[in-house]
C-alpha cells in the first residue's frame, strides 16, 4: 500500500516537473517570436515574457550571433525552450524510474 502511494507521489511530481518546463519553454518561445516579429518591448506581456527568458534562459543569451540580431535572439531562445523540454523530460523521467515498483498481482 506504502509502495503505490509512494509510486503515485513521484508520478505526480513527474508531472508537475514536466509541466513546468514545458511551460517555462512556451514562454521563452513566446518572447522568440515577440522578438522576431518586433513587438514593442513596453507591452506587458512582450515584458514579462522577455524578464521569463533572462531568467530562466540566461544561459543561451549571446551563444550564436547573427548579422541581424533578431535571427540570433531567435535562435538562442529557441535553443534555450529545446534544452528546457529535455532538461523536464529526463528529470520527469528519472523521478518515474526511481519510484519503487508496486508487486505484481497474482
Known sequence: MARAAATRVATLL????RLVA?????????HAAFW???????NALVSAAADV???FGWFT?????SDDPRVGE???AGLAALLWIVAGNFVSRLLVSLAPRSRARL
Open 14 to 17: 513527474a508531472s508537475i516537473v
Open 22 to 30: 514545458s511551460l517555462i519553454a512556451v514562454v521563452i518561445l513566446l
Open 36 to 42: 522576431f516579429f518586433g513587438a514593442n518591448p513596453a
Open 53 to 55: 527568458r533572462q531568467t
Open 61 to 65: 543569451v549571446d551563444l550564436f550571433r
Open 74 to 76: 531567435t535562435v538562442n
